[in-house]
T-cell receptor, first 115, second 111 residues
């Protein structure tokens, strides 16, 4: 049973380009969370999705950021017109109904560097 | 809102015991989690508490007091590989059930 898969592991973008980060949850998990982690800081919640629905996007910046979790395929976090401040590690986590004791399972993250 | 506090960094000696504290304020507490994160890697689940008391898992134990909004993670027989960041996270049913993380405690284990 593969864990949470994120790709790419490292992504370099020039200012103004678009970044697409992908996350495939664990098999059988229908809840996906995206978190951002700046150097020396904790994980900051961005968005919570279930298949085809955004449940909570209270942590998403209002502009340039969007997320989706289609019926088929991975969840995508999209950052348009990236700026240097977007440089961070972006972690995806998945959760299955009935997994209350086990918490989230995190992917290995995508480290975005904006140059 | 929520406020989760833990020390920024701690240092301990190999073979010793260390206690990492976490205090929280939340309106709809529904569980507290501890994660370990090595530099450049994903957080990995360590423990879960939802009722008061101590949960033991090998060298690691976690304690919760809901009335005090307090938890600690206890690491025994410290090993060099335990050097990592330890993240306290609270699940709040009034926040859609998502996990809210503290800033993490960077633990350095010295020989």
């Amino acid at each position: 049973n593969a864990g949470v898969m994120q790709n790419p592991r490292h992504l370099v973008r020039r200012r103004g380009q678009e970044a697409r980060l992908r996350c495939s949850p664990m098999k059988g998990h229908s809840h996906v969370y995206w978190y951002r982690q700046l150097p020396e800081e904790g994980l900051k919640f961005m968005v919570y999705l279930q298949k085809e629905n955004i449940i909570d996007e209270s942590g998403m910046p209002k502009e340039r950021f969007s997320a989706e979790f289609p019926k088929e395929g991975p969840s995508i976090l999209r950052i348009q017109q990236v700026v240097r401040g977007d440089s961070a590690a972006y972690f995806c986590a998945s959760f299955g109904t009935g997994d209350a004791k086990n918490g989230y399972t995190f992917g290995s993250g995508t480290r975005l560097t904006v140059v | 809102g929520q406020n989760i506090d833990q020390p920024t960094e701690m240092t301990a000696t190999e073979g010793a015991i260390v206690q990492i504290n976490c205090t929280y304020q939340t309106s709809g507490f529904n569980g507290l989690f501890w994660y370990q994160q090595h530099a450049g890697e994903a957080p990995t689940f360590l423990s879960y508490n939802v009722l008061d008391g101590l949960e033991e898992k090998g060298r690691f134990s976690s304690f919760l007091s809901r009335s005090k909004g307090y938890s600690y993670l206890l690491l025994k027989e410290l090993q060099m590989k335990d050097s990592a960041s330890y993240l306290c996270a609270v699940r709040d049913r009034n926040q859609g059930g998502k996990l809210i993380f503290g800033q993490g405690t960077e633990l350095s284990v010295k020989p």
